[in-house]
């Protein structure tokens, strides 16, 4: 027999009544906004010291600025055609890549080979830690001047040494070229970067477990299988932080060159950065130094955008 469906059903427990839904009170409202409000003062630090700057450097560079600084109006774009027609410029650009390029990979390089000799326990270990951390804790205008002083052709301390020792017999210029003068300032670069380098290397390296390594150890691993397969993997993050840094503060380097060179000789051994320096404070030309300063802007972010999205993809596949 078929049961009627208007029929009520027996034994059906009632339907349970839905909660209110309480509105939202001012302690829960409190704190969803409460992470903003401590953020606002870095947002706002960062509008005003970094966003502003940035979009005003954009908007003068397409200005007509007179040597007065006088902001004359839109001299369309004017300021990029002038530069990007300057051979003084490309080669300069090709300075500041060359700079870039071998004072990151050499500093990284050497950073790495002293960051594993120091984590080893050897005796005098402190010692020689404060040793490497020296010319990277001295300002680099200080460190610029020693070195120029030391490379001098005339009463140069390299020239005395060499003498006394009787490597040679006169003293010898030892930038009588640019691409001479050039290549010191690249070492000045890579000597001032190691320590900075060396340091966040070790911060990565002394928090590896040891345990990593006796099980590579028991799987007859040698040194270099270590290295490939235990420390790179694990010390990456480290080297990553290092590197984008390294590539941001060296691509903007400006004590170093400016000390020793001030782009001379005839401007062959400017960087982007010492080239828009001059362009403003010698020559009176803002407006072409404000192009310069949005170029290097560019190149800077997406070298340094391309670097973190392979680092990422390179994690992301482990």
């Not at 951390?133 to 300002?139: K, Y």
């Not at 170093?256 to 005839?266: E, F, H, L």
């Not at 170029?295 to 992301?316: N, P, R």
Request: hydrophobic share 50%; aromatic share 12%; charged share 15%.
């Amino acid at each position: 027999m078929k049961q009627n469906a208007n029929a009520p059903v027996k034994d059906q427990a009632p339907a349970a009544p839905k909660p209110a839904v309480k509105p939202a009170s001012g302690k829960q409202t409190l704190r969803k906004v409460e992470p903003y409000i401590w953020l606002l003062p870095s947002l706002v630090l960062m509008a005003v010291m970094i966003v502003i700057p940035i979009l005003t450097v954009f908007r003068l560079s397409a200005m007509e600025i007179s040597r007065a600084g006088i902001v004359k109006g839109f001299n369309n774009f004017a300021n990029y055609k002038e530069i990007l027609s300057s051979d003084i410029f490309w080669h300069t650009l090709q300075n500041t890549l060359v700079w870039t390029i071998v004072v990151v990979l050499l500093s990284t390089l050497i950073g790495f080979v002293l960051a594993m000799v120091l984590n080893q326990n050897f005796r005098g270990r402190k010692f020689v830690r404060a040793l490497v951390i020296f010319p990277w804790a001295t300002s680099l205008i200080i460190q610029a001047v020693i070195w120029k002083y030391i490379i001098s052709a005339d009463y140069g301390s390299l020239n005395v040494i060499l003498t006394k020792l009787g490597l040679i017999d006169h003293f010898i210029n030892w930038t009588s070229t640019a691409g001479a003068f050039f290549a010191w300032e690249c070492w000045v670069g890579i000597f001032v970067t190691v320590p900075f380098v060396t340091f966040c290397v070790l911060s990565g390296l002394q928090s590896i477990d040891d345990t990593y390594y006796e099980a590579a150890e028991m799987d007859g691993a040698g040194f270099w299988k270590k290295l490939f397969s235990v420390t790179l993997p694990l010390v990456r993050p480290s080297l990553t932080v290092s590197t984008v840094l390294n590539i941001i503060y060296v691509f903007n380097s400006f004590p170093i060159i400016w000390t020793i060179s001030k782009g001379d000789p005839a401007d062959k051994t400017h960087t982007l950065v010492t080239y828009l320096y001059k362009l403003s404070f010698f020559s009176g030309k803002s407006g072409q130094a404000a192009a310069v300063s949005v170029v290097g802007f560019v190149i800077l972010a997406i070298c340094a955008s391309i670097y973190m999205i392979l680092s990422l993809k390179g994690e992301e596949a482990e």
